[in-house]
């Protein structure tokens, strides 16, 4: 049975560990950060420490014991947390990183909990290695570009979708989707493109671009 110092112990130590995780995911603005992770460490040794208590006082002869029975429910009850840290922002998606890391460090929090300390560090240690060495990785030579809602509305001639598109595919690695719908009584266009354009790229001047060509009303860049 795990004492009351040994507890105490376990949830300080778990509380260093989420805080570890969380300084970094505030770093990158994320919705769930230090007092969110700390938060959730702290409660799943709590939960893990609870399940092995009671395992251990309503033990009986020729009955077995799931000390991991409690501690399961946080697995799959972490879900709702991880659920409202996934943001959408027009095409892109935000917050998948951080919904995994609040999952992961539940579970570091459970491993603190049966009092598997090095195991925990280390596995918080490698969390940071993923989430700051390798997000410079992924940013500097994996993900070099990003997809981008464009909706242009402009009065019709002659050429102006050609010119809209060119202005476009100078900027993008790839034109994913180009739809026009056309307003019959006033001849105006309204253009909807999601192109995969390079992050090193100048929105500024995509947009400078596309407001010169004549007849643009109304210019919107996601």
Do not use: C
């Not at 202005?167 to 790839?174: M, V």
């Amino acid at each position: 049975m795990i004492s009351q110092t040994q507890i105490i112990l376990r949830i300080l130590v778990g509380a260093v560990l989420g805080a570890a995780v969380g300084i970094e995911r505030e770093r990158h603005d994320q919705p769930a950060g230090l007092r969110t992770h700390m938060i959730l460490v702290i409660g799943a040794t709590l939960a893990m420490v609870l399940s092995v208590n009671l395992g251990y006082l309503y033990a009986r002869e020729g009955t077995p014991s799931d000390p991991a029975r409690l501690a399961a429910q946080v697995i799959s009850g972490i879900g709702f947390l991880g659920a409202g840290a996934i943001l959408r922002f027009g095409y892109n998606v935000k917050g998948l990183t951080t919904a995994t890391s609040l999952w992961t460090m539940a579970i570091v929090g459970m491993t603190v909990g049966a009092g598997y300390y090095l195991i925990g560090v280390v596995a918080t240690v490698l969390m940071l290695v993923v989430l700051s060495l390798l997000s410079f990785v992924e940013n500097r030579f994996v993900r070099t570009s990003v997809s981008r809602y464009i909706q242009v509305e402009v009065d019709y001639h002659k050429g102006v979708v050609k010119s809209i598109r060119q202005a476009i595919q100078q900027f993008a690695d790839n034109l994913i989707s180009f739809t026009i719908q056309k307003h019959v009584k006033n001849k105006r266009l309204r253009i909807q493109v999601v192109a995969r354009i390079s992050r090193d790229q100048a929105l500024e001047e995509l947009i400078e671009i596309l407001s010169d060509i004549d007849g643009v009303r109304n210019l919107k860049v996601e």
